[in-house]
């Protein structure tokens, strides 16, 4: 039977509500450092770092409806207080919402990889969107990627070496509910490590 999934205002943030870039302390009610999840699926992420990490603030963003769903409701249930999750599409949102020096980490897993050539314009982790990442981490804060395509790995590494003096290649450190031999534990993770698909990753810090 179709598990009925509830709505819980609470973590569910609604674009409609917002004016202008966001005032991250009135979002989550209290001062912290904020984590943002870019394309954050089914929340499995969201809820284990939030779960481990009660002193963090993690914002995700989702832009399909259905793991929206889900994923609020899956939150809601576990009556996290330290996450939210809204259903926008993250290229505006980073451009519109999310202030200068705001953000603590920016996590992207699995970003959808637009495999074919004429769809490569539609890669989340562009010039564009990257100066905006950038724009929006605190001195000090961290972007995340994995991803299981290759290509879009050489991409990423490309787009990334313009801001070589700005952001400093760190280690990656596997995410709170990765298992052995994970890195983030996410569902597309899982899914491709079944197929024993390769699995590469990068994190760099904003110097
Ligand atoms: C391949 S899935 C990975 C989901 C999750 N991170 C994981 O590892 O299991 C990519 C997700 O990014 C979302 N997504 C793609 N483009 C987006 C955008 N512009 N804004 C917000 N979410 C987006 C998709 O809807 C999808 O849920």
Redesign the pocket.
Known sequence: MARILKEYPSVALKPENLDGKIDFVRVFGRVGPVHI??????G??LLNQARSQPGNNFLG????RK?YRYAVDRIGRWGLTNVRIIR????AFLADFIPDNSVECFHI????PWPKKRHHKRR?ICPANLEHLVRCLKTGGQLKIATDHADYFEQIKTVLTVWNEKLQEIDFLPTAGAEACEW?G????RKYLKDQRPIYTLAVRKM
């Open positions: 999840e870019i394309g954050a699926g089914k499995t992420f963003i989702e832009w399909a793991y926008t599409d993250a290229v897993y699995f970003p959808d989340f983030v996410t569902n597309f993770e």
